[in-house]
């Protein structure tokens, strides 16, 4: 595992952020996970940053989300219908289709343990420091429960 880049300075308040938690995976895609922003039984959303520096939302889907055929529909319907420049980046389980497509990253190339699952729906969206923002990853999480 690579040492992950520095966290960015951000000029704003980081909403009401709270610290990881032990089952936390260090790294989802392409993005380090720096705290939590909002925790709800569909799934958690993150504070995180990729190693240029970009800091986006990380919205992850639960275990439980994960594995309902439905949830993961959910997600990709509300994220096709999102602004192509709020989507930073999308991967995990039946993630790749759709009008944004495009933004979708594979991890096929990743190291996988024998019989792991296979990695839950994420979506990485633009965070721009605002009340609001913590206002969407809450409704995104809350469509899809």
Same mark, same amino acid.
């Given at each position: 595992?690579?040492?992950?880049?520095?966290?960015?300075?951000?000029? *704003? =308040?980081?909403?009401?952020?709270?610290p990881l938690v032990s089952t936390d995976p260090p790294k989802i895609g392409? /993005?380090?996970?720096?705290?939590?922003?909002?925790?709800? =039984?569909?799934?958690?959303?993150?504070?995180?940053?990729?190693?240029?520096?970009?800091?986006?939302?990380?919205?992850?889907?639960?275990? *439980?989300?994960?594995?309902?055929?439905?949830? +993961?529909?959910?997600?990709? *319907?509300?994220?096709?219908?999102?602004?192509?420049?709020?989507?930073?980046? +999308?991967? *995990?389980?039946?993630?790749?289709?759709? +009008?944004?497509?495009?933004? /979708?990253?594979?991890?096929?190339?990743?190291?996988?343990?024998?019989?792991?699952? =296979?990695?839950? =729906?994420?979506?990485?969206?633009?965070?721009?420091?605002?009340?609001?923002?913590?206002?969407?990853?809450? +409704?995104?999480?809350?469509?899809?429960?």
């Amino acid at each position: 595992m690579t040492t992950p880049p520095p966290i960015p300075q951000w000029n *704003g =308040p980081y909403e009401s952020s709270s610290p990881l938690v032990s089952t936390d995976p260090p790294k989802i895609g392409d /993005f380090w996970l720096d705290s939590r922003l909002v925790a709800t =039984p569909s799934g958690v959303t993150y504070l995180a940053h990729d190693d240029l520096g970009t800091i986006v939302m990380l919205v992850l889907l639960s275990a *439980g989300a994960s594995e309902d055929a439905a949830a +993961r529909d959910r997600l990709a *319907g509300q994220v096709n219908a999102m602004h192509i420049d709020t989507v930073v980046a +999308r991967g *995990g389980q039946s993630q790749h289709e759709g +009008r944004l497509a495009h933004k /979708f990253r594979s991890e096929d190339d990743d190291p996988v343990a024998p019989g792991q699952q =296979p990695l839950a =729906p994420w979506v990485a969206l633009a965070y721009d420091g605002s009340e609001g923002a913590a206002a969407e990853a809450h +409704r995104l999480l809350d469509e899809i429960s």
